[in-house]
């Protein structure tokens, strides 16, 4: 008879579980650094736009085209502002997102040692059954020895 863990739609489960747990922090944490990288470009493009400001500003050029240059550059940092205000949301969901996979995979290791000892224990008691059964034909031909 093969081993059979009774909780094995459970281990299934919590598996899937954990599984569900790694992709939606796995989505959290891209989902921060793309934030990350896009206020790293917003900030770059904002100071190339200021120092383009600063040398058209010396060099001089039509009013239009310097309030269009001043504008785009005041975008940016807005824009900017606006993302480094909804990091820290991000990084808290990410974080609240690795708390879950942490709880997830430590109920699916639990049920994994309880298998493990499940296991074990049927192990043995099969050792100790085939062990019987070889002392049992071994008496049996020893005594069929004995008595021809």
């Not at 739609?9 to 919590?14: G, T, Y």
């Not at 996979?101 to 290791?109: I, K, P, S």
Request: proline share 2%.
């Amino acid at each position: 008879m093969p081993f059979r863990f009774r909780l094995q739609s459970v281990l299934e489960h919590r598996a899937h579980l954990e599984e569900k747990a790694l992709h939606e922090f796995a989505r959290g944490l891209k989902v921060q650094k793309e934030c990350e990288q896009h206020i790293a470009w917003l900030e770059a493009e904002a100071l190339r736009a200021r120092q383009e400001l600063e040398e058209v500003q010396v060099k001089g050029m039509p009013a239009s085209e310097f309030q269009i240059l001043n504008e785009y550059a005041t975008v940016l940092r807005l824009q900017a502002l606006r993302e480094r205000a909804r990091l820290p949301m991000l990084v808290a969901q990410t974080e609240a997102a690795r708390a879950r996979l942490m709880e997830a995979r430590r109920d699916r290791m639990v049920l994994e040692t309880l298998r493990e000892r499940h296991l074990a224990r049927w192990q043995r008691r099969e050792l100790k059954r085939e062990q019987a059964q070889i002392d049992e034909a071994a008496i049996g031909r020893y005594l069929r020895r004995e008595s021809s």
